[in-house]
């Protein structure tokens, strides 16, 4: 497993106006997660997008490359503020209007068992707004303790599990700090890539359990189509 040092990102920093400044009326933004696919001058960006619980690739285009990519690099998940110019999640041109960092992982195999490789795991919550499935990624909106100092924020699976292949195995969200702090939060959305999981002949879904401080249930299933 990997300590994560400040892993921490102020996501929604307003990205940035969706009015056009000749009129006074505003222009409705959507706002998705989305994977910046590639950059270059003369195709400007690209993205790559999946609807919640959906496994059907939208690409979507920037005439112009507006993405920083000395902060985000090609391949990296981010949160996109745009105006599609046609059909709403339908590939096709689109303006962006802003965009921000988020945090990017991978889904990990603990090869000792969450329980035995992290003491504890559930002692350190999180304030959970929601997550969600879209294409290959699990998606998680939420507010974790504020820290300077490095953490673990892991989304693992049992070896066991896998080897078992065991069509739902149980896959834990993990928020570890290296000891129990009092302070704010800040909120957080951040993206696990699950495809060498999910991409299994034999993966029915995924059970999602971790130690959640604001909704009620901890445990989220997710299924195949």
């Known amino acids: 497993m990997r300590n994560l040092s400040y892993i921490i990102f102020l996501i929604i920093v307003l990205l940035t106006s969706c009015s056009d400044g000749d009129h ?21 960006s690209v993205f790559s997008l999946y609807r919640p619980d959906g496994s059907k690739e939208i690409i979507y285009t920037d005439p112009r490359a507006v993405v ?14 745009y105006i599609p110019h046609g059909i709403p999640y339908e590939s096709g041109t689109i303006t962006t209007r802003g965009y921000s960092t988020i945090y990017n992982s991978e889904l990990m195999v603990s090869p000792k068992g969450t329980e ?16 969600w499935r879209s294409g290959n990624y699990l998606n998680v909106r939420a507010r974790l303790t504020y820290s300077e100092e490095s953490r673990e924020f892991l989304l693992v699976v049992d070896a066991a599990d896998v080897e078992a292949r065991n069509p739902v195995p149980t896959v834990r969200l993990v928020h570890r700090m290296s000891k129990p702090v009092e302070n704010f939060e800040r909120q957080l959305y951040s993206s696990f890539d699950i495809s060498a999981l999910w991409g299994q002949p034999w993966i029915r879904g995924i059970k999602v359990e971790l130690a959640n401080t604001n909704l009620d249930t901890d445990t989220f299933i997710f299924t195949k189509e």
């Open 24 to 44: 006074e009326e505003s222009t409705p933004c959507s706002y998705d997660i989305v994977c910046l696919k590639e950059q270059s001058d003369e195709r400007g």
């Open 68 to 81: 920083d990519l000395s902060k985000i690099s090609v391949g990296d998940r981010l949160m996109l503020a």
């Open 116 to 131: 035995n490789s992290i003491e504890d795991w559930r002692r350190d919550g999180v304030f959970l707004y929601s997550i």
